[in-house]
C-alpha cells in the first residue's frame, strides 16, 4: 500500500492494534485480520464499534476464514468490505478508496497521474526524487528565515507537490504560506519531513 501513497502501521496483536489506535493522532482506517494472536480479529472489530472515539473508523477486513456466520457478523459491525485472501493488491485499493472518499494520501492515484501527465513509473520516480530534494531545499530554508523569496519557494513546490499528486505535501505548504504561529509552522515542517520519508520509500519501493 505504500507504493499506492498510503502510510501504514503494522500491528501484530489485536492489544497492539488498540494502542497504535489510542496513541496516533490520526488513523484513517483499519485493514484487519481476523486470526491473530490473543484477541481475534472480529473482538478487536468489537472493540472498535464500542469506542465513542473510534466506532465510525473505517474498517475493510482481509481474512482467509470466510464462512457465511463470520461475513454476516463482520457486516453487522460495520465493515467497509470483507476481502478473501490471498488478496490482490487492486481490490484493497478499490476498498481503502471507498473507505476513505476524501481523505489525502501521501501521493494521490499514481496510475491516473502517470496517465494525466504521461510518464512512465521510472520517468515520475525521477521526478519525485527531484521533488524531495526540492523540499529539503525548502526546509532547509525555513531554518533560517521566513520573507518574500522563502515564500516563493514554498509556492513554487506546492505546485509541484500539486502536480505529482503529493496530497499532504501540498496541504501542509499551503498552510505554511498563511500560518504567522511558530509552534502550528514547526509542526508543518516536521509533517513534511514525514511525508518526504514516505516519498523516499514508494521511490525505493517500486
Known amino acids: 500500500m505504500r507504493k499506492s501513497g498510503y502510510e501504514t502501521l503494522e500491528a501484530a496483536t489485536g492489544n497492539d492494534a488498540i494502542s497504535i489506535l489510542k496513541t496516533r493522532e490520526t488513523v484513517d482506517a483499519v485493514v484487519l485480520d481476523l486470526q491473530m494472536p490473543g484477541m481475534s480479529g472480529l473482538e478487536l472489530l468489537e472493540h472498535i464499534r464500542d469506542s465513542s472515539l473510534l466506532r465510525k473508523l473505517p474498517v475493510v477486513i482481509c481474512s482467509s476464514s470466510g464462512t457465511r456466520e463470520t461475513v454476516l457478523k463482520a457486516r453487522q459491525l460495520n465493515v467497509i468490505d470483507f476481502l478473501l485472501k490471498p488478496v490482490d493488491a487492486s481490490s484493497l485499493r478499490r ?26 513509473r521510472n520517468e515520475y520516480n525521477s521526478l519525485l526524487g527531484e521533488f524531495v530534494t526540492q523540499l529539503e531545499s525548502v526546509l532547509a530554508d525555513l531554518e533560517t528565515e521566513r520573507d518574500v523569496a522563502i515564500a ?29 504561529d511558530s509552534d502550528e509552522s514547526k509542526r508543518l515542517e516536521d509533517e513534511l519531513r514525514r511525508e518526504m520519508v514516505l516519498l523516499q520509500e514508494v521511490i525505493e519501493g517500486s
Open 95 to 120: 476498498a481503502l478508496a471507498e473507505a476513505l472518499p476524501g481523505a489525502l494520501k501521501t501521493l494521490a492515484d499514481v496510475p491516473e497521474t502517470l496517465q494525466r501527465l504521461d510518464l512512465g
Open 152 to 180: 516563493t519557494s514554498v509556492g513554487a513546490a506546492r505546485g509541484a507537490a500539486q502536480s505529482l499528486g503529493a496530497e499532504r505535501v501540498a496541504r501542509a505548504l499551503l498552510a505554511l504560506l498563511t500560518e504567522a
